[in-house]
T-cell receptor
């Protein structure tokens, strides 16, 4: 069964804290996508990765293919980082197209 | 346009009515996806187009749901005989093609079936 699980479901942090959001999946994947969704707003792509690590500003995404696990890290968190962070994976085989399966999201609140 | 656009942004309808939701993808993007997001849940895949054809419609919940993309650009998601359970945010995304290209999401259409 293709499953995507995220943890924690909700997270509250003080401004400046280092934040980690986790994503686990059940079977092999060809790609993993981290997305950000602000309340009432659209979804913004943060990272697309299939191996290793990517960094953009204060955001870092890592993936461990063997352990079927990815993490999204936010350094020096800020209240504007408050949003729902969603992990989405594209499972193998890929002959079904490019559809992604989504986790339920992690709701992050950063308090000033 | 600069990004993916969706219209209307909000739609309120009565149970049993027919609705159409429109998606304008980023120019040049051949791949287009429809997702549905219920409150407190992650998006759920509905259908994927590559060009004009539906390459994968396995996510459509039943035959009341149908989507078209006749010219390989704009897509319309059609829902017949709407039910209260259809209430959700319907998201559209586009990408350059299959593979590892990033998907760009529209703002969504919030559908409420009374």
């Amino acid at each position: 069964k293709n499953e995507v699980e995220q943890s924690p479901q909700n997270l509250t942090a003080q401004e400046g804290e280092f934040i980690t959001i986790n994503c686990s999946y059940s079977v092999g994947i060809s790609a993993l996508h981290w997305l950000q969704q602000h309340p009432g707003g659209g979804i913004v792509s943060l990272f697309m990765l299939s191996s290793g690590k990517k960094k953009h500003g204060r955001l870092i995404a890592t993936i461990n293919i063997q352990e079927k696990h990815s993490s999204l890290h936010i350094t020096a968190s800020h209240p504007r980082d408050s949003a729902v962070y969603i992990c989405a994976v594209r499972f193998r085989p890929t002959n079904t197209g490019n559809q992604f399966y989504f986790g339920t999201g992690t709701s992050l609140t950063v308090i000033p | 346009g600069a990004g993916v656009s969706q219209t209307p942004s909000n739609k309120v309808t009565e149970k049993g009515k027919y609705v159409e939701l429109r998606c304008d993808p980023i120019s040049g993007h051949t791949a287009l996806y429809w997702y549905r997001q219920s409150l407190g849940q992650g998006p759920e895949f509905l259908i994927y187009f590559q060009g004009t054809g539906a390459a994968d419609d396995s996510g459509l919940p039943n035959d009341r749901f149908f989507a078209v993309r006749p010219e390989g650009s704009v897509s319309t998601l059609k829902i017949q005989r709407t039910e209260r359970g259809d209430s959700a945010v319907y998201l559209c995304a586009s990408s350059l093609g299959t593979g590892l290209e990033t998907q760009y999401f529209g703002p969504g259409t919030r559908l409420l079936v009374l």
